[in-house]
């Protein structure tokens, strides 16, 4: 009698994603390049680490690399995850596939944070689009756990 057990992650989903806003971004500029742009803009220190990078496994023989870039507010709980979504023509979040990074901020005023920034990135030139994603419209949402 071999069954598979299912790991339930709908609780530590629901811990991950309380107190936070997600701001979806398209721009063609490399990662490194937008973090240098939004650093500049907003005074933040955004870093990758190649260790936090979120990975993916569609398949047993494929693995997908997405860059994840970190910023920790000092002096508070605010906490910044900016994800690059696309790595080799395979998008991280499928259902908004359409975009090239997502912006998660979490802390007590990450709602209005969010608001603030999306009408400020729309006046950086490294930036097409900046819209605030509902949660409730990504079916995904476990790829974006750390």
């Given at each position: 009698?071999?069954?598979?057990?299912?790991?339930?992650?709908?609780?530590?989903?629901?811990?991950?994603?309380?107190?936070?806003?997600?701001?979806?971004?398209?721009?063609?500029?490399?990662?490194?390049?937008?973090?240098?742009?939004?650093?500049?803009?907003?005074?933040?220190?955004?870093?990758?680490?190649?260790?936090?990078?979120?990975?993916?496994?569609?398949?047993?023989?494929?693995?997908?690399?997405?860059?994840?870039?970190l910023y920790q507010e000092p002096h508070?709980?605010?906490?910044?995850?900016?994800?690059?979504?696309?790595?080799?023509?395979?998008?991280?979040?499928?259902?908004?596939?359409?975009?090239?990074?997502?912006?998660?901020?979490?802390?007590?005023?990450?709602?209005?944070?969010?608001?603030?920034?999306?009408?400020?990135?729309?006046?950086?030139?490294?930036?097409?689009?900046?819209?605030?994603?509902?949660?409730?419209?990504?079916?995904?949402l476990n790829h974006l756990l750390i």
């Amino acid at each position: 009698m071999s069954g598979k057990l299912l790991l339930d992650m709908s609780a530590a989903t629901e811990d991950f994603f309380s107190d936070t806003a997600m701001i979806g971004i398209g721009s063609a500029a490399p990662g490194y390049r937008f973090c240098l742009a939004v650093n500049n803009a907003f005074d933040y220190s955004f870093v990758r680490e190649p260790e936090s990078d979120v990975e993916y496994r569609p398949a047993k023989d494929h693995v997908h690399f997405f860059s994840l870039y970190l910023y920790q507010e000092p002096h508070s709980s605010c906490k910044h995850l900016l994800y690059k979504l696309q790595s080799e023509k395979k998008a991280l979040l499928p259902e908004i596939k359409q975009l090239d990074y997502l912006w998660l901020i979490s802390g007590p005023d990450s709602e209005h944070d969010a608001h603030t920034l999306v009408a400020q990135l729309r006046n950086l030139p490294e930036i097409q689009l900046a819209q605030i994603i509902e949660p409730e419209r990504l079916k995904n949402l476990n790829h974006l756990l750390i």
